[in-house]
């Protein structure tokens, strides 16, 4: 007997989800547990396995289309059954009306739509992805495909830059990319248009412009076919273009030069000056390829001996979604949470005695910050108010200890997390840490190794920064400072001898923090650190 498969929850906070991908296709046969389909949810795309046997009858969603919870996804049953009724019956049952008629009237949505757009069959409009739960607009990084090559499915399309992370972004249809709606450098919200996928040859100028334009009609069809976000496109069409005008100016006289990122960085990287060079971007805008055809000019002749020969120069570098992230939420952090601050200066003698010995094991190698995290995440497990969280209606005080590690990259600032750091070994957070640093410069973190952490270390004692101050990384309520370990006099038994010390700051959130509290969490921190051997223990 037939079964009907409906969109799953797959998160507490999911009310619609979007199919990614079929792993099955009508007339397969499908086990308990093969995996049917990849489903896009709020939070990310997971695998949904079939939790029964047969032959997959009916798709009710297709690829890139979005559905509410409970909406016929799938039908599953014998070969050859006639499941006419299920589909039937699925319009003629009163019970949540939104959800069955989405169902049934999905395919005739589709053809609306394309009807409204002309779109040509086979054509695929793809709109500027939401790559983050909180990303509100991306920029283009790098095209990694050309107007007219020929795209598969599963083919990376573009860097996309979100306000956390440079993302890859692979295209679920196969065909000719047919048209770019952003260059390279450009920004605009999401569900922009970002490109038109093909038959080789099809004109879909007019899609590109009607997409743009702000009309009755595109707004009619944004009410009549809110499911149809990957295909529809429900953006405010003003928006990309007015985005479009802050970033592609014409490179003016005043010394004002205007470039794509990757420009900038690729005539970095050659030595050339911005301002010899013609932009043949849009307004004049300096792009990749004019790099590439650059060749620079023999320097004129000497000037006089008393005429200054320099001149004011300055790049305009839009902020990148990354650094916007950073400005609100530490902005919010700083003016929202009562910040306070409690220095202290450790003896690292026995931590330095330690970690040379440590090291001295075959094939191990750790790092003084592995060792402060392991000491952070112990004390933590003392101390839950300091590894708590401030809410608007609520503290919640966590047993687990998830520790936040401050990695710069070129865009910012991103905060990986070591997971239950306190029941990890020291040479198991340092590959973790290593592992994390590394992909966080090459933009490779995931989203998940970002979020969820209950306490964050910034350390800048490799720059030799003796002491500093950090804002605190919400809705955490303590950030540690970390400073460089300093040789200097210190007095031990009545004596002036050689030491070394480390100062280190923590920023504690005075709503969920006091100041005795604070200062014992430093207090059993003070022992892990001046006293290594007791973290084995």
């Known amino acids: 007997m037939a079964e009907v498969i409906n969109m799953p929850r797959l998160s ?47 798709i009710g969603i297709q690829e890139g289309e979005t559905a509410k919870v409970d909406t016929l996804l799938a039908i599953i049953g014998d070969e050859g059954e006639d499941i006419s009724g299920l589909l039937n019956g699925s319009t003629s049952e009163t019970s949540e009306p939104e959800a069955k008629a989405e169902v049934t009237e999905l395919p005739e949505v589709k053809e609306e739509v394309s009807e409204a757009q002309d779109i040509p069959e086979g054509v695929t409009v793809v709109p500027m992805p939401r790559l983050s739960d909180t990303m509100e607009e991306g920029t283009v990084s790098t095209w990694l495909k050309k107007v007219g090559e020929e795209v598969e499915e599963g083919d990376i399309l573009a860097e996309i830059e979100t306000d956390k992370a440079t993302m890859e972004f692979e295209s679920f249809q196969s065909g000719t990319l047919l048209h770019i709606g952003l260059e390279e450098g450009e920004s605009a919200k999401v569900d922009a248009l970002l490109a038109i996928i093909g038959p080789a040859g099809t004109d879909v100028s007019g899609i590109a412009k009607n997409y743009k334009a702000e009309s009755p009609t595109s707004e009619v069809k944004q009410t009549e076919a809110p499911k149809k976000e990957t295909k529809a496109m429900e953006t405010p069409k003003a928006e990309p273009k007015k985005e479009k005008a802050t970033v592609s100016k014409t490179n003016t006289p005043n010394g004002r030069v205007f470039a794509s990122p990757l420009a900038k960085k690729m005539a970095e990287e050659k030595g050339f000056n911005l301002s010899q060079i013609s932009g043949t971007g849009e307004n004049g805008r300096i792009v990749k390829r004019d790099i590439e055809n650059f060749t620079p000019a023999t320097q004129g002749a ?86 708590s969280q401030w809410f608007d209606d609520r503290m919640q005080l966590n047993n687990h200890v998830h520790i936040g590690v401050a990695v710069a990259v070129p865009d910012g600032l991103v905060v990986p997390v070591v997971r239950f750091a306190n029941e990890q070994s020291l040479p198991q957070i340092g590959a973790a840490v290593k592992d994390y640093a590394g992909r966080a410069r090459n933009k490779k973190l995931t989203l998940d190794e970002m979020e969820g952490s209950t306490f964050t270390i910034s350390n800048l004692g490799m720059f030799g920064i003796e002491s500093f101050t950090s804002i605190i990384n919400q809705p955490n309520s303590a950030i540690l400072s970390v400073g460089a370990i300093v040789s200097k006099p210190v007095v031990k038994n009545g004596q002036v001898v050689a030491g070394n010390t480390m100062k280190l700051t923590m920023a504690c959130d005075h709503r969920t923090v006091d100041g005795a509290t604070g200062a014992q969490f430093l207090q059993t921190l003070k022992g892990y650190i001046e006293n290594p051997i007791t973290m084995l223990v």
Request: hydrophobic content about 40%; aromatic content about 10%.
């Open 12 to 58: 507490d906070t999911m009310e619609e989800g979007t199919v990614a991908a079929w792993l099955k296709k009508v007339g397969d046969k499908v086990e308990e547990g093969d995996i049917l389909a990849e489903i896009e949810t709020d939070k990310a795309t997971m695998e949904f396995e079939s939790f029964n046997e047969g032959t997959l009858l009916h």
């Open 302 to 387: 000497s000037v006089g001996k008393f005429v200054p020969t320099g001149q004011e120069d300055f790049d305009e570098v839009p902020n990148s979604n990354m650094r916007k992230a950073i400005a609100k939420n530490l902005a919010k952090s700083k003016f929202s949470a009562p910040h306070y601050y409690l220095n202290v200066e450790f003896d690292m003698e026995n931590a330095i005695a330690f970690r040379e010995q440590y090291n001295s094991l075959p094939d191990t190698k750790i790092s003084y910050n592995d060792m402060i995290v392991k000491a952070c995440a112990l004390a933590l497990k003392q101390h839950p108010q300091v590894n």
